[in-house]
């Protein structure tokens, strides 16, 4: 597996570089962004880990030049701000994964192997389950010819769910990648905000798509 990291401080990306070749990859290195848009266009990868703050050239617009491109090579975004609305805007450019620094090597190589599970290619842009169609750039979600009038907190829940339909997803993982919280085991906050989604994208319905597995979490599926 081939991964370019574009990252400009240099302790960072060194570590990143040697941590990585010691897990068996081969790992190159860009330090601004107008280097590592070329090496990304020009080059074949399996994975780009990408800072967000970048001279010359952003993270944010890396990624965006990338998808204009066609170029639809997985990418981890890293980035040292934290907030809900940053790691939704790398999602909607196109980002398969956030990171948030400072982080442990052996969260990024989870991640990383996580990533590598889904597959190469990067999830469609509208998400369809069933009769359920989720359009993650348009912030647009419906249910047959029915669109959901949904809060943006219910969108980025329910677009957090349908991009790994099939998969059970815990509430700390929820909590963390719709509201960017630390989860806290005496908080309701997911499943306030499951029963509010639920309202709108299965109640009216006569198939449920949304279901609750004991003790693990959530999923988005399609049942027979």
């Keep these: 597996m081939r991964i370019l990291v574009i990252e ?10 040697k941590g990585l070749s010691e897990e068996g990859y081969t790992v190159d ?3 601004d962004g107008e280097d590592g848009l070329h090496s990304a266009l020009s080059e074949e990868y399996d994975l780009i880990i990408l800072d967000v703050m970048l001279p010359k050239r952003d ?14 090579t ?13 790691k939704i805007k790398g999602l909607d450019l196109g ?9 442990s090597f052996s969260e ?35 249910r047959g010819n029915q669109v959901l009038a949904l809060t943006p907190k219910e969108f980025s829940l329910l677009s957090v ?3 790994r339909a099939g998969e059970v997803i815990s ?5 963390e990648q719709v509201w960017g919280l630390d989860f806290d085991s005496d908080s309701n906050i997911v499943d306030v905000h499951i029963r509010r989604l639920r309202a709108k994208v299965d109640d009216p319905f006569e198939k449920k798509l949304i279901h609750t597995v004991r003790g693990m979490g959530y999923v988005v599926r399609e049942e027979q």
């Design 8 to 17: 400009d401080e240099k302790k960072t990306a060194s570590y990143l570089k």
């Design 59 to 72: 993270g944010w617009s890396v990624i965006s030049e990338l998808r204009k491109a066609g170029k639809q």
């Design 108 to 142: 990024l190589t989870a991640m990383v192997r996580s990533i590598f599970r889904r597959g190469p290619g990067r999830a469609s842009d509208v998400v369809r389950i069933a009769d359920l169609e989720v359009d993650v750039l348009q912030h647009r979600a419906k």
């Design 171 to 175: 509430r700390t993982i929820l909590a």
């Design 161 to 163: 769910l349908s991009r």
């Design 29 to 31: 290195v860009a330090e």
């Design 95 to 103: 980002a398969d994964a956030y990171m948030v620094k400072p982080f």
């Design 74 to 86: 997985m990418t981890l975004m890293l980035s040292a701000r934290d907030g809900t609305d940053e």
